[in-house]
């Protein structure tokens, strides 16, 4: 949980587990930022605004070339990248 008014720093793209819940403030609540170190690209299990599950993909800054770009929550040019959504899929073989 990044939470309070700090800012996490991420120089390197394995100092988060791939199957981390990373949970931020809610949507608009500028509190507490990620800060990814350019050319870092992180990646986790879950991203959570609140108790907003968010959309697989990237996350970053201006100018980070990420899918989301998000200023309130992010800063730097390196990226976080979901790999799950709160929904899954189900396949069966047959």
Not at 20 to 41: D, Q
Not at 51 to 65: L, N, P
């Amino acid at each position: 949980m990044v939470g309070g008014t700090g800012t996490l720093s991420i120089s390197t793209p394995d100092a988060i587990s791939d199957q981390a819940v990373v949970t931020m403030p809610p949507l608009g609540v500028s509190s507490a930022k990620i800060h990814l170190e350019a050319g870092v690209e992180e990646s986790v299990g879950w991203l959570l605004y609140g108790d907003k599950f968010k959309s697989v993909g990237t996350y970053g800054a201006t100018g980070s070339g990420a899918d989301h770009i998000d200023d309130t929550h992010f800063s730097g040019s390196g990226r976080l990248r979901v790999l799950n959504s709160k929904s899954g899929v189900i396949m069966s073989l047959r």
